[in-house]
């Protein structure tokens, strides 16, 4: 198997089954934050998303922690203390990753990451033999860059 290629291809968050998820013995989410669950320099956390993230970790027992190379937003994530989260983090680095799942209390083979980065994310998370899943969510912006990612993405998937 491509080091690269995701377990799951999704097109956002909202579009993962949890109930697969627990049938695949996942147990803690790895979440990317730029472009995967929030638009890049976005102002503010949707209600959506909140409440996405709350009916997740309630409905299926499975604990969540958000990591990412980017920068803590300004205002801060508006989550409370309800996820966890790493920024600055330095995928695809194994250490970013075992933070995570210091955090989350999983082992890698039950441990999930989400995320839009070929290298950061997925070539990051399969390295170390956790299920991945890649999204591409509707609102970034067609790029060459993300137009070769999704092309890849696409053609290991089969």
């Keep these: 198997m491509p080091i690269i290629k ?4 999704a097109r956002s968050i909202y579009d993962i089954d949890g109930d697969a998820l627990q049938r695949a013995g996942i147990k803690g ?3 990317d934050w730029n472009n995967t669950i929030m638009k890049k320099n976005s102002e503010s956390v949707p209600a959506s ?3 996405w993230l709350k ?5 299926y027992a499975i604990k969540l922690v958000i990591v ?3 920068k803590p937003p300004a205002q801060g994530l508006g989550l409370g203390n309800e996820i966890p ?3 600055k983090a330095g995928k695809p680095k194994k250490k970013a990753f075992f933070a995570a799942l210091k955090i989350l209390g999983t082992r890698k083979n039950e441990t999930a990451v989400i995320g839009n980065g070929i290298i950061t994310d997925l070539w990051g998370g399969n390295r170390l033999g956790m299920y991945t899943i890649f999204v591409s969510p509707s609102w970034t912006r067609p790029r060459i860059l993300g137009a070769v990612k999704r092309l890849v993405v696409k ?4």
């Design 6 to 9: 995701p377990s799951l291809i």
């Design 155 to 158: 053609v290991l998937r089969v």
């Design 85 to 87: 989260a790493l920024f």
């Design 29 to 31: 989410i790895i979440l």
């Design 49 to 51: 998303l909140k409440t």
């Design 55 to 59: 009916d997740f970790k309630s409905r």
């Design 68 to 70: 990412s190379n980017s």
